[in-house]
């Protein structure tokens, strides 16, 4: 939250290097990119997710007496290097991609340029929040495409990896696309919707289902979704809630919206013969919707087996993204400024050539193709190149740069998706809402081909390096070798 100290929530490495900066280094300004190496998920694209929160913790750094008081308390660090601390501030400038906005593997998201001890602190924290966020907004994503327009409500907060997982998974469910959450303090904070049915608890705690029912409808006739599983859900769940919604019909306060959740048994069988049970009572537009371990795979399976249910509750799967729970993105050092203020670029080798950064003081350009708006590719090339659009653009791919695309002039656009945040310590950069950013999130998913947003086995979408950017690599790479 945007008052909140994070000051030491950093790896301990963070700080032992920072005052081995402090005593050994000029502290120069340098260049670090967070990027992650694979789509979480086996999804074809991510989305971008946490930029408000780095916002709110860079603006917040600053140690205070206690935590410079903690650290001397720690034995390791010197009076010197304490008092740098006490007057601590963040000075340099960060760029990164807008929430929402649909990433790809290798580029960079956040992109800090900061004299070394300022830049090196912030690591732990801004993996932290954009992993979390971006993992958990890509997930959601994926529900919702397997729903087909039907909405999502995350009803996970009771099983997410604690407060903050439920809290920060919540505003990253809804910039994925969920349509309201059951997190009220997330409702609250975030400007969001907040939903909900009733537990099997309600059911139990009145004499009989119907009375249940009842009473709740009573309640609540504007949002009546009554659970309908706790004894017998044809027998006796169904039958009671049109029971209920018969009378409410008779009293007329029937609402807009109502009807049932099903959470236990085969949801598909269930699901049509509810529906069949509704309809003929009169009640179409009664909603059915569905509960129960839910995820991306089974509503698209429920989907396929003709499921009637327009309304999904998901929990757990979602909110810790279960079959993926580590969006992996890192923080490498990618340049080193000089005396003369230029970028030296600097590169990690790895034996695994994936695994290789890529150097400099870079940016990312979107290409979308001009008569579809569809993605072809995103371009890595360094901060100052620029592009013509009415000249060809050649394409290759960097790991086999024989494969080649060349768009001819005034077929393609392109966008810069990288945007400064900071500049010089201070913030230019003001947040939209959530449900903005989710709106925004909506319109970049149609960016994208259905061959992309496929749940399984994905096209995968190009990410190049410019003609420079890849000369400097393989110059770089060269040099070490000899
Ligand atoms: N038609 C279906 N096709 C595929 N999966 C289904 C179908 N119906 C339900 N499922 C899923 O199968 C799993 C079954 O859950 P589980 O074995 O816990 O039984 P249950 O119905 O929840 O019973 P109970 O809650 O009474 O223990 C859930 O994840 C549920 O979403
Ligand atoms: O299955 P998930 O995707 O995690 O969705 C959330 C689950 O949480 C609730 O169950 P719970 O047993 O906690 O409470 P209940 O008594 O209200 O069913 C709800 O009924 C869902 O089944
Ligand atoms: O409102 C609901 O139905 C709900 C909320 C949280 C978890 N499960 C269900």
């Known amino acids: 939250m945007s008052t909140q100290n994070l000051t030491l929530l950093t790896d301990l490495y963070e700080l032992t290097m920072m005052q081995g900066y402090f005593e050994t280094q000029e502290n120069e300004t340098v260049v670090f990119d967070v990027f992650f190496r694979e789509n979480p998920n086996k999804s074809g694209y991510s989305i971008m997710a946490g930029v408000e929160q780095v916002i709110d913790y860079i603006k917040n750094l600053h140690f205070s007496y206690e935590d410079v008081d903690y650290l001397r308390g720690l034995g390791i660090f010197s009076e010197d290097f304490l008092h740098y601390l006490s007057g601590?501030?963040?000075?340099?400038?960060i760029y990164a991609i807008p929430e929402g906005t649909v990433i790809f593997p290798k580029e960079p998201l956040v992109k800090v340029i900061a004299p070394i001890m300022e830049a090196q602190l912030v690591e732990t924290a801004i993996l932290n929040i954009i992993n979390h966020q971006s993992l958990i907004a890509t997930k959601t994503s994926r529900v919702v495409f397997a729903a087909q327009g039907d909405g999502i409500m995350?009803?996970?907060?009771?099983?997410?990896?604690g407060p903050d997982a439920g809290l920060y998974g919540a505003r990253a469910a809804m910039i994925g696309g969920c349509v309201g959450t059951s997190n009220v303090l997330a409702g609250k904070l975030f400007d969001v919707p907040v939903m909900g049915t009733h537990a099997h608890s309600w059911i139990m705690s009145f004499k009989d289902e119907y009375t249940a029912f009842k009473e709740y409808a009573k309640l609540y006739p504007d949002a009546c979704t009554l659970l309908v599983d706790t004894y017998d859900t044809l027998k006796s769940g169904v039958p009671?809630?049109?029971?209920v919604f018969r009378e409410m019909r008779e009293e007329g306060i029937i609402s807009k919206h109502y009807g049932i959740r099903l959470d236990s048994g085969d949801l598909a069988y269930l699901s049509k013969q509810a529906r069949r049970m509704l309809d003929e009572a009169g009640f179409t537009d009664a909603v059915i919707?569905?509960?129960?371990?839910?995820?991306?795979?089974?509503?698209?399976?429920?989907?396929?087996?003709?499921a009637a249910i327009t309304s999904w509750g998901v929990g757990t799967n979602l909110i810790t993204s279960k079959d993926c729970p580590s969006f992996g993105g890192v923080y490498k050092l990618a340049a080193i400024q000089n005396a003369e203020g230029e970028f030296i670029p600097k590169i990690k080798i790895s034996e695994n050539t994936e695994k290789i950064t890529n150097p400099g003081n870079k940016t990312i350009y979107r290409v979308y193709d001009k008569e579809t708006g569809k993605i072809r590719a995103d371009l890595i090339c360094f901060a100052d190149e620029t592009y013509d659009t009415s000249k060809e653009l050649l394409l290759f791919d960097p790991n086999a740069t024989w494969k080649k695309t060349r768009l001819a002039g005034g077929t393609y656009t392109i966008r810069e998706i990288l945007k400064p945040i900071f500049i010089h310590g201070e913030c230019i950069y003001t947040s939209p809402s959530v449900m903005e950013i989710a709106e925004y999130c909506r319109h970049e998913k149609e960016t994208l081909w259905d061959e992309t947003k496929r749940l399984f086995y994905p096209h995968r979408v190009y990410v190049d390096l410019s003609q420079k950017l890849y000369d400097t690599k393989a110059a770089l790479l060269d040099d070490l070798s000899r």
Do not use: P
């Not at 601590?88 to 400038?93: I, M, Q, T």
């Not at 995350?154 to 990896?161: D, T």
């Open 240 to 243: 009671n809630a049109i029971r």
């Open 289 to 306: 919707a569905a509960s129960n371990d839910l995820d991306e795979m089974l509503i698209h399976d429920l989907k396929m087996q003709g």
């Open 154 to 161: 995350e009803f996970g907060l009771r099983r997410a990896q």
């Open 88 to 93: 601590f501030h963040f000075s340099g400038s």
